[in-house]
Each structure stands twice: as structure tokens, then as C-alpha cells.
């Protein structure tokens, strides 16, 4: 059973900062590489390649990842969200001088870093498509098959994944669209290796004319709805398509 911990009380405005990874309890700076002076750096290696790293705060995220281990897979938060880069531990003079560039890791933390090196981390489809009674009726499948967390993930921030089903005219313009959203706290997120399956049914009428198309587009955004990352998207094209 997890313990409740405390919130700090000082450097609120600081959230998570290089303190936070990098200062032992016994104030020591410690990192994957050893570091000189004014901050000798303690080389721990092996600790800063592991997710645990990673775990110490996010904590929830950290439990979803130790089922999707469970099942064999090995990728690491660092994996993901920490792209390699090669630099100088140092950026401030002069001591930046007295150091060599070495194999690292940026330090953007960012969802799009993992979009970019996870091609296809969700499987997005349409399934048992039917128009029959001047309706087009079918399902929308997904299926997280290479996110080791859940999608959406997290405990802080707002945090929506929405999925969009649109029908579309000839012209491309969206004449019907359904909408489904993911939270957290909705306990409806997608789960490492999980497929969900949200159907539709679209009434079809003389504004629904042929060689219409469906879409499905699946994406993160933000509490306004003014920011959104693209995670997937299908097409489906009906030129056969009738209005009995």
C-alpha cells in the first residue's frame, strides 16, 4: 500500500528541477557520469538508465510500467522520453573548458520526443462497417500495443485523450462526427496492450451523398482545446456507399 507523502512546503514555483533527480539525500550531485569541481558529480550510471529513476515521482505511471515489464518488455522511461544527444555536462564558463563532450540525454522530458521514436505505438482501426436503414453503423478499434503506460497517463495537469469519428462528403468537408474522451480519473484510459472498441452509428440523409469517407483521429489536448497532438489517424473511404 502506498504511503501519503507530504508536499513540500518551499520552491514551490520550481516543480520538478535538477535538484530533484540529481541531489542525494546526503547533498551530494550525482549522475550517470562523474563530474569535477565546484559540484563534484557522483557517478551513479546504472541508477540513471533505470525507470526507477523515474518512479521515485511518478508514481502512478511507475506502477503501469511495471505491468507492461511484467509482460516481457524492456524499453526504460529514459527509452522514451530522454532522446540521446552528446555534450558537455557543463554549459557555464570556465569551467566548461575543463570538460569533454559526452553521450547523454536531453533533458526535454517531452511526450512528442517519444511520438517521434515510436512509429505506430497505437493500432487505430475501423471495424464491422455496415449501411443498411439509412444508417452507416461500425466500431472504431483501439489498441496501445507499444506505450508502456497508460494513455492517458498521469497525476498532475489536465490530461485528455480524445478520440474523434467523423463522417465526411465528397468534398472532405465533416457533415456528422462523434466525439469519445479518456481521463485519468475516469479510470477509461488505455492500458499498456489494451484494446477499446467505441462504436458509432451516423443517420444518413440527402446531405450524405457518395463517395463519402470516414475518419478516425486520435489525439492529446489541453483544458482550452487549443493545443493537440496527433497520436493516430485512419481513413476509410465508402464509394459505394448508397441512401436507399
Known amino acids: 500500500e502506498k504511503g501519503e507523502i507530504a508536499p513540500r512546503d518551499y520552491n514551490l514555483k520550481d516543480g520538478v528541477d535538477c535538484q530533484g533527480c540529481h541531489l542525494t539525500v546526503d547533498c551530494e550531485f550525482?549522475?550517470?557520469?562523474?563530474?569535477?569541481?565546484p559540484h563534484p558529480i557522483k557517478q551513479n550510471e546504472e541508477f540513471y538508465k533505470k525507470s526507477e529513476l523515474c518512479g521515485t515521482c511518478h508514481v502512478d505511471t511507475f506502477e503501469e510500467y511495471l505491468t507492461y515489464v511484467g509482460n516481457g518488455n524492456d524499453e526504460t522511461c529514459q527509452d522514451c522520453h530522454m532522446p540521446a544527444?552528446?555534450?558537455?555536462?557543463?554549459?557555464?564558463?570556465?569551467?566548461?573548458?575543463?570538460?569533454?563532450?559526452?553521450?547523454?540525454?536531453?533533458?526535454?522530458?517531452s511526450s512528442l520526443s517519444a511520438i517521434?521514436?515510436?512509429?505506430?505505438f497505437v493500432e487505430l482501426k475501423f471495424t464491422e462497417i455496415n449501411n443498411d436503414n439509412n444508417q452507416i453503423t461500425g466500431n472504431v478499434e483501439i489498441i496501445n500495443t507499444k506505450v508502456n503506460h497508460s494513455i492517458p497517463t498521469g497525476k498532475y495537469g489536465y490530461r485528455e485523450v480524445m478520440l474523434l469519428i467523423n463522417f465526411k462528403d465528397n468534398l472532405g468537408r465533416i457533415i456528422k462526427s462523434k466525439q469519445e474522451s479518456m481521463f485519468v480519473e475516469l479510470n477509461n484510459q488505455i492500458k499498456p496492450g489494451e484494446k477499446k472498441i467505441y462504436n458509432f452509428v451516423f443517420d444518413l440523409d440527402d446531405k450524405s451523398g457518395g463517395h463519402n469517407e470516414l475518419e478516425a483521429i486520435l489525439l492529446r489536448t489541453n483544458f482550452n482545446r487549443t493545443d493537440k497532438t496527433l497520436f493516430a489517424r485512419v481513413e476509410l473511404q465508402l464509394d459505394q456507399l448508397k441512401i436507399d
Do not use: A, C, M, N
Open 85 to 109: 544527444v552528446k555534450r558537455k555536462l557543463i554549459q557555464d564558463e570556465p569551467w566548461q573548458k575543463l570538460h569533454k563532450k559526452k553521450e547523454g540525454k536531453k533533458h526535454t522530458f
Open 116 to 120: 517521434e521514436k515510436i512509429k505506430d
Open 30 to 37: 550525482s549522475g550517470p557520469h562523474s563530474g569535477i569541481s
